[in-house]
């Protein structure tokens, strides 16, 4: 089995800055994408950044300049660098993970999600 678990969310102000990370931990063979989504109230899941194995990014129109994402491979972990946070990316923030486990199988893992609140 394969744990994703999330940390770093929390109520900040507008303009402000979080980090999340998502560690990985179990029966790990190799991670290959690594995403982070959001879900606000009301809305469905969303992506909000992607990274491949070989660090190749990817970012939703709303967070591009914004938000850095990037992994350390050894630490099979995943950041989301949020700065010039905005009360409209106040969501649950859950990461994903696209794993080959030991046992050669594939499939996505979530995390249980960290919740991230922007004041006005």
């Known amino acids: 089995q394969v744990q994703l678990v999330e940390s770093g969310g929390g109520l900040v102000q507008a303009g402000g800055s979080l980090r999340l990370s998502c560690a990985a931990s179990?029966?790990?063979?190799?991670?290959?994408?690594m995403d982070w989504y959001r879900q606000a109230p009301g809305k469905q899941r969303e992506l909000v950044a992607h990274?491949?194995?070989?660090?190749?990014?990817n970012y939703a129109n709303s967070v591009k300049g914004r938000f850095t994402i990037s992994r350390d491979n050894a630490k099979n972990t995943v950041y989301l660098q949020m700065d010039s946070l905005k009360p409209e990316d106040t969501a649950v923030y859950y990461c994903?993970?696209?794993?080959?486990?030991?046992?050669?199988?594939?499939?996505?893992?979530w995390g249980q999600g960290t919740q991230v609140t922007v004041s006005s």
């Open positions: 994903n993970a696209d794993v080959f486990t030991d046992n050669y199988s594939r499939r996505d893992y």
């Open positions: 179990g029966s790990i063979f190799r991670i290959n994408t």
């Open positions: 990274i491949t194995s070989a660090g190749v990014t």
